[in-house]
Each structure stands twice: as structure tokens, then as C-alpha cells.
């Protein structure tokens, strides 16, 4: 089953036998109840309000609602900071759903308070990442253009919020201590912004980078990359700093990517890298702080035995965390819920959960 934004429609490979258009909140229903007539054992879904239509993704209630095949619901978006309405959806998912999948532990505090007798159904598994060998960035630059440079990588799709500003700001000071230090961008703008504020911070950036003392010592690679592009750049990197400035996230494919690289880290103290980079497998600095940055940066680029720790310890730390055991984990779930047929459903249908409590009342949604 696809979601098609506005204007998108496939093409598809043969397994998706249905697709919804995002914004037509009838096509919900639609694919709900055939799903309920085709066979299919239990439905697995991705919620994240950012992607699916209606105000804070709301048409996934739609479809929840019609659906009578038991659902897994994966929460992409379960941060300290939920508005009303986000919390709101995510307990009537829990409600319903045979099982609620969340991706750290932090994001898993935040659900139970938000699922209250459900909480039983929350399983915690980790975000996937790729089994990438360990090896020393220097064997993997030749193939990148990087020799003989010391590479700081940022990566993902590129947003006001990723925090880039900051590492830019903090590049004169980290040359000046360690001169052979490199700073790379990859990834395209993000797509769902709009096209007044995608060209404003691609301007307001390209003039950022073009102030600084330490121009020559940035490089945008302004396109998304697939899988196997982003391992290169992961292996080539030397530090991957994750400066996002919005802190009360739960998860982040970026750090959990920089830990399948087996590199050091330096991030924002949110409280998914608060959570993955403890016990020495990274450093943590505050959001828009470019002099800490500096600081840590040099400090793990001029020693390479520090710099070598860290990245050993974030690696053997993310091996739960690979695709296949993750995908393992996902199949037992399934079956689980498959199992046990419709029990949680028969008893929220027609119910309407409590209103849940709010860790903030934020109009607006952050966004992924």
C-alpha cells in the first residue's frame, strides 16, 4: 500500500496492490475496507503526522477506524513536545492497534503516558540501520575526493531546524585548531517545505557559507543520496556532527546512521542522543553553540586514539540496531498480533479514548 502525496502516483512495484491519495481522506476508508476483504493477516503502519493528510495526519484515524484487520502502528513521531492534536492520535492508535511500536526509550515514556491501560502493547525497537563494515575513513576517501582532509559530516534532508548554521559558524575555529579539517553537507532541501521557505534558507545559508573565513573548508552536496552513496560518505567521515535544534526528539535516523559508520559523534543533547550516546559514544553539546562545537570537534580530530574509541564503542552499540534484527523483530511482533486476531480492536470500536495528557500545548507541529 503506497501514500501518494498531491501529484505523485507510482510507479509502483508489483507488491503494492493499492495506493492512497494523501489528501482525499474518503481514500482511506476506501483501502481500509479492501484490505479487510483481500486476506491479509495484520496491517503494518508508519505514523508520522507529517506524512499522512488532514491536520497533524488525522486521516490515519479514518483509516484505523474502518479497518478490522489487526494493525502494528510504527510512531515515527513521539516527542516530549507533542501538540493537542498530535497526542491525541497517538492514543487512539494505541488504542486500537495490536501492537505500538516506538524506536528509544524516551519516545517509549512518552507513550505510556499517552496510552495509559494500553501500555502493555508498546514494544521498543531500534531504528534500522545498514550493516556496514568498520573500516578507517582514510581506505574510503581516495573514492570521495577526501584525501588528505580531516572530514566533518552533516547529512539528510536539509531544513531550518537541522542546525547546520551552527557547524558553519564554528568551522573558522575548528580550522584554525586543526588545519586540514573539512566540513561536508549532503542532502537535498526537504521536499514538504514550501517553496518560498526552501529558496529563503538555501539563500540565507549560501550566503552564511560565503562570509565565513572558512569557505574553502565547506562543501555542499545539495541532491539526496541513496543507500549505498551515504555508506561511502559514512566511512569516509572522520566526526559526524548532528546539530538539529529540536530537542525534544525521540528519534533520529542520523544518529543511529553515525553509530552504523562506527563514528565518533558530536550531537545536540536531545533525548535520543542523550539516550544512544552515552558511556563515551559520543559528545553532546547544546543547540545553536558553534564555540562548543569547535571545542569538540578539535579536541576529537587532533586525537585519534579518542577519536577511534568513540567510534568503536558507537559501532559495537548499534549492532541491535542492523536491519536484519530489526526486521526479525518486526516479523515476531507480527505474528504476535496476527495471532491474537481482533481482540483489541472489538474493544475500541465505537469508543473514544480520553483526552490524554499533553506534554506541551505547541499550536504548530515540529517538523521530521
Not at 58 to 85: M, Q
Request: net charge neutral; hydrophobic share 45%; with cysteine.
Amino acid at each position: 500500500m503506497a501514500l501518494n502525496p498531491p501529484g505523485e502516483h507510482g510507479p509502483y512495484a508489483a507488491e503494492v496492490r493499492h495506493q492512497i491519495r494523501r489528501d482525499v481522506q474518503e481514500n482511506y476508508r476506501f483501502v481500509a475496507r479492501q484490505l479487510n476483504t483481500n486476506g491479509v493477516r495484520a496491517v503494518s503502519i508508519q505514523y508520522d503526522p507529517d506524512i499522512w493528510g488532514g491536520k497533524q495526519g488525522a486521516y490515519i484515524l479514518d483509516f484505523v477506524r474502518d479497518l478490522t484487520v489487526p494493525f502494528v502502528v510504527t510512531l515515527h513521531r513521539a516527542d516530549r513536545d507533542l501538540t493537542a492534536e498530535q497526542a491525541a492520535i497517538i492514543a487512539e492508535l494505541a488504542d486500537r492497534a495490536g501492537a505500538v511500536v516506538v524506536m528509544s526509550r524516551a519516545a517509549q515514556a512518552v507513550v505510556s503516558e499517552l496510552a495509559g491501560a494500553n501500555r502493555s502493547r508498546i514494544d521498543l525497537i531500534h531504528y534500522g540501520i545498514p550493516d556496514l563494515p568498520l573500516v578507517n575513513s582514510a581506505t574510503a576517501k581516495p573514492r570521495m575526493g577526501m584525501q588528505g582532509k580531516s572530514v566533518i559530516l552533516t547529512f539528510g534532508l536539509m531544513e531550518p531546524e537541522k542546525g547546520i548554521e551552527s557547524v558553519v559558524q564554528a568551522m573558522p575555529a575548528i580550522v584554525l585548531g586543526h588545519p586540514s579539517a573539512h566540513y561536508v553537507i549532503v542532502g537535498a532541501p526537504r521536499p514538504d517545505l514550501g517553496d518560498s521557505d526552501r529558496e529563503a534558507h538555501e539563500r540565507e545559508f549560501a550566503s552564511l557559507v560565503a562570509g565565513s573565513a572558512a569557505s574553502k573548508h565547506i562543501e555542499r552536496v545539495p541532491r539526496y543520496v541513496g543507500r549505498t552513496e551515504l555508506a561511502k560518505w559514512l566511512q569516509a567521515a572522520d566526526l559526524i556532527v548532528v546539530p538539529s535544534t529540536r530537542m525534544q526528539r525521540t528519534v533520529s535516523g542520523m544518529v543511529a546512521f553515525a553509530m552504523a559508520g562506527g563514528k565518533a559523534i558530536v550531537a545536540t543533547h536531545t533525548p535520543y542522543s542523550t539516550e544512544q550516546l552515552a558511556e563515551g559514544c559520543g559528545r553532546l553539546v547544546a543547540p545553536d553553540a558553534p564555540e562548543e562545537i569547535a571545542v569538540a570537534a578539535i579536541e576529537i580530530l587532533e586525537n585519534e586514539d579518542l577519536r577511534t574509541e568513540m567510534g568503536r564503542k558507537a559501532y559495537e552499540r548499534s549492532r541491535p540496531m542492523v536491519w536484519w534484527k530489526v526486521a526479525a523483530e518486526y516479523r515476531r511482533i507480527f505474528e504476535r498480533v496476527a495471532d491474537a486476531g481482533q481482540a483489541p480492536l472489538a474493544r475500541s470500536v465505537g469508543r473514544t479514548p480520553a483526552h490524554p495528557r499533553v506534554f506541551s500545548q505547541t499550536s504548530e507541529p515540529l517538523v521530521a
